[in-house]
């Protein structure tokens, strides 16, 4: 894959950072077939999966995050898809979701305004990855859930010696959601804590996320950042989707601190949700984030193309 990512130390962890891949479970509405007139896309979330394992011993892999959008429109056949894919890895690598707008509520017909998705809170993840399905997971501590409902759940993990925790929140997430989420950083205020969360960032990095395109209501972009994220002095990193693009910033917090807050990846964005065949113009596709830490070096890899890789550094401090 011409120059892969490699660890800089032997202290040095990764987190792999999966985008949205709704596309490639894209077995209902089959648009992006359609649109981009390629072939079914299955084979590229597979090897996603197959890249996380031939590369987790080698880069210190400690966790895997996807960041929301798993299925194209809430349908059974595409849960199954994603579901069978997540259990390749089930038993190597621990590993994170969360509700994107893609994952509930599809609607073909919306009043004029409103997107086909998120019509409704309905989404179908507890009845692929239950709470249970995490609980009895060995190779993490599994934390807990809100209404017990994998929408909105917490793990506990341990690398280079610190304890992480890692909270996702459903799209928009309720106020008893940021409530929720806000006992229960400052209950574990002793672990340094991940943020994972599908909407917050746009491609210029600003705060972009509104409910107004959406039936459904919640906290928008800049009510999580006030509400939560800036409160805590333990967490460090943001990790989000929904938006197309690269984009990444840091933002002071109420302690002085910078969090930072990422898009489909660390204040990081990568949206690689459709795949073209390879085309020139969208050649980002299929990217998988890398997130070696510490110091937090982000870079993103492809499985099939050896170019075109973005990466840069993000320096502030992790202790609490």
């Known amino acids: 894959m011409g120059d892969e990512p490699t660890v800089a130390t032997e202290l040095m962890f990764t987190l792999f950072v999966l985008p949205d ?9 089959k648009w992006i077939r359609e649109h981009f007139r390629v072939p079914d896309q299955r084979h590229c979330l ?22 929301g959008d798993l299925t194209q429109s809430n349908f059974e056949i595409e849960w199954q898809l994603g579901c069978g894919m997540f259990q390749e890895i089930e038993n190597y690598i621990p590993y994170v979701l969360c509700i994107g707008n893609h994952d509930q509520g599809y609607d073909p017909n919306p009043p004029e305004g409103i997107s086909s998705y998120s019509n409704r809170r309905d989404s179908l993840i507890d009845a692929y990855f239950p709470p249970s399905r995490f609980r009895r997971n060995s190779l993490y501590a599994y934390g807990g859930n809100l209404q017990g409902s994998s929408s909105n759940y917490f793990i506990f993990f341990r690398a280079h010696g610190m304890d992480f925790m890692v909270i996702t ?3 928009m997430p309720r106020d008893e959601v940021i409530q929720w989420a806000n006992e229960v950083i400052s209950a574990h205020s002793g672990h340094r804590c991940i943020v994972l969360t599908h909407g917050f960032l746009n491609v210029k990095g600003n705060r972009d996320l509104h409910d107004d395109d ?17 409160k805590h002095e333990n967490i460090f990193l943001l990790l989000c989707g929904h938006s197309h693009g690269e984009s990444r910033r840091t933002d002071k917090g109420d302690h002085g601190k910078l969090p930072i807050l990422g898009q489909r990846g660390g204040w990081l964005d990568a949206d ?8 020139p113009d969208r050649r980002q596709n299929l ?5 070696s830490i510490p110091p937090c070096f982000i870079k993103h890899v492809h499985p099939f193309l050896s170019d075109e890789w973005f ?6 401090e992790m202790s609490i």
Not at 311 to 316: A, D, G, K, N, Y
């Open 287 to 291: 990217f998988t984030r890398v997130a």
């Open 46 to 67: 597979r090897r996603q999966m197959q890249w996380i394992l031939e590369n987790k011993g080698r880069l210190n892999g400690v966790l895997a995050l996807h960041e």
């Open 21 to 29: 891949t709704q596309s490639y479970c894209d077995l209902r509405l």
């Open 169 to 171: 929140m459903e799209f």
């Open 311 to 316: 990466e840069f550094f993000i320096t502030e």
């Open 272 to 279: 690689h949700a459709f795949l073209s065949g390879g085309r």
């Open 214 to 230: 959406y039936a459904i209501k919640g906290n928008g972009a800049q009510e999580i950042w006030d509400k939560l994220l800036k």
